[in-house]
């Protein structure tokens, strides 16, 4: 591919996770890109092509590291209150895969190629993945649920 | 302004009205193999274009023609920075095009589907 280097690639598309994550893809401009990555504008673009391209860079780590580890705490956590609390108190953050699904997964076939990996994974870990994605999506917009907290 | 079209397997590239003259270049067209992307990106406007070559740069009016930046061939026709889009290609004689678009959301979802 004759990619420029003199940037850590896999450590600007982590910080992409946590961008797009906050952000969504189409709140997340270049320029936020360019400022929060470390990335010279023209190095981004030679690496990925485009913001979407970057995108699907990011969303496919995502699914790799966080939506990996989520499932194992999904896995290893009896209660589906308790494995959300553990998730939204101490991570992986979730964030992006929760806004791809909504705003990216609909309109563009190579995102719900990715977010139907996540969602399978998660699925084999837990089989009450849409109550814990409900629950997820709550906890995202209002906190930790009051009985869990300090637990 | 630029108007993009994808035409059996090519991205066409039509710059219409007086950038036209200044830009000296009416039409490009890469095969879509030869395209890796297109994004929405009016903050492009306030990076250094690099070095002029044949066109135009009225600074804070219009940018338009090749620059030479970084050791890359960059087509620029913007005039309204809000509506610039960037399109990265590979094995070019540009290395990108910047152009301003009637419609850059459509244009470049036009583009990135194609590819």
């Given at each position: 591919m004759g990619r420029p280097r003199g940037f850590d690639e896999d450590e600007a598309v982590r910080a992409a996770v946590g961008l797009f994550g906050r952000q969504s893809f189409a709140g997340t401009s270049v320029d936020d890109l360019v400022s929060h990555l470390g990335v010279h504008r023209g190095s981004l673009y030679k690496t990925f092509g485009s913001k979407r391209g970057l995108y699907l860079a990011a969303l496919r780590q995502h699914v790799d590291r966080d939506v990996a580890a989520a499932a194992e705490v999904f896995a290893a956590t009896t209660g589906i209150d308790a494995a959300v609390h553990r998730i939204a108190t101490a991570?992986?953050?979730l964030g992006l895969l929760l806004l791809a699904l909504v705003e990216r997964a609909p309109v563009d076939p190579e995102v719900a190629v990715e977010t139907s990996r996540a969602l399978a994974r998660l699925r084999d870990a837990r089989a009450d993945l849409d109550q814990a994605l409900g629950l997820l999506l709550r906890t995202r917009a209002i906190g930790p649920a009051p009985e869990f907290v300090g637990e | 302004m630029a108007h993009v079209r994808i035409e059996g397997g090519d991205l066409i590239v039509e710059i219409e009205g007086l950038n036209k003259v200044w830009a000296l270049k009416s039409r490009i067209t890469v095969p879509l193999t030869n395209v890796r992307g297109a994004t929405v990106d009016p903050?492009?406007?306030?990076?250094?274009?690099g070095v002029r070559s044949p066109g135009t740069h009225m600074p804070g009016v219009i940018v338009a023609g090749t620059f030479h930046s970084g050791g890359e061939r960059i087509f620029w026709d913007v005039r309204d920075a809000r509506k610039a889009i960037v399109i990265q290609l590979e094995?070019?004689?540009?290395?990108r095009l910047v152009l301003e678009v009637d419609d850059p959301h459509a244009a470049v979802d036009l583009i990135e589907h194609a590819l």
């Open positions: 991570g992986p953050d | 903050g492009i406007m306030g990076e250094p274009k094995d070019e004689q540009y290395a």
